[in-house]
């Protein structure tokens, strides 16, 4: 008997016991519709234990602790586009306007930082034939793309 439930314990799904608290985003200038494409790519479990289920809790989760701002310190609205499912994690779709493109816009990423004291987030922009990436972590100020 104690062999059998020591073997079910191990059959047991650890939830939430992934060894790292991270995300990456991806910002993606698209010069065609003077637009940015941004995918957020979370782990589920996490994400929605933070923000709930379905788009508009997502959404509004989200939009705080991702900012975009122009070189003045602008603003730039990020709008809401879709959330899918990619095995464990969750895909977190949203567009901006950046006409002028992303040198220069100052981003802010704080997603779970408030949650896990070793969250990182990882922010990778491509834009005018360059690639270039920020890293964040708990109490990190926004950060301007070269």
């Given at each position: 008997m104690?062999?059998r439930l020591?073997?079910?314990?191990?059959?047991?799904?650890?939830?939430?016991?992934?060894p790292m608290h991270?995300?990456?985003?991806?910002?993606?200038?698209e010069?065609?519709?003077?637009?940015v494409?941004?995918?957020?790519?979370v782990f589920a479990?996490?994400f929605?234990a933070?923000?709930g289920a379905g788009?508009s809790a997502?959404?509004?989760?989200?939009?705080p602790?991702l900012?975009l701002?122009?070189?003045a310190g602008r603003?730039?609205a990020l709008?809401?586009?879709?959330?899918?499912?990619?095995?464990d994690?969750?895909l977190?779709?949203l567009r901006?306007d950046?006409p002028t493109?992303?040198?220069g816009?100052?981003?802010?990423h704080?997603?779970?930082?408030?949650?896990?004291?070793?969250?990182?987030?990882i922010v990778?922009?491509?834009?005018?034939?360059?690639?270039?990436?920020l890293?964040?972590?708990?109490?990190?100020e926004?950060?301007?793309?070269?």
């Amino acid at each position: 008997m104690r062999g059998r439930l020591a073997a079910a314990c191990f059959a047991l799904p650890l939830v939430g016991a992934h060894p790292m608290h991270t995300s990456v985003t991806e910002l993606t200038h698209e010069p065609a519709t003077r637009s940015v494409a941004v995918t957020v790519r979370v782990f589920a479990d996490d994400f929605t234990a933070a923000a709930g289920a379905g788009d508009s809790a997502a959404a509004g989760y989200l939009r705080p602790r991702l900012t975009l701002a122009d070189g003045a310190g602008r603003p730039i609205a990020l709008r809401w586009e879709r959330l899918e499912t990619a095995g464990d994690a969750l895909l977190l779709r949203l567009r901006a306007d950046a006409p002028t493109g992303l040198a220069g816009v100052r981003v802010r990423h704080t997603l779970l930082c408030e949650r896990f004291d070793d969250q990182v987030n990882i922010v990778r922009a491509i834009y005018a034939g360059r690639r270039a990436t920020l890293l964040f972590t708990s109490g990190d100020e926004a950060k301007a793309l070269p």
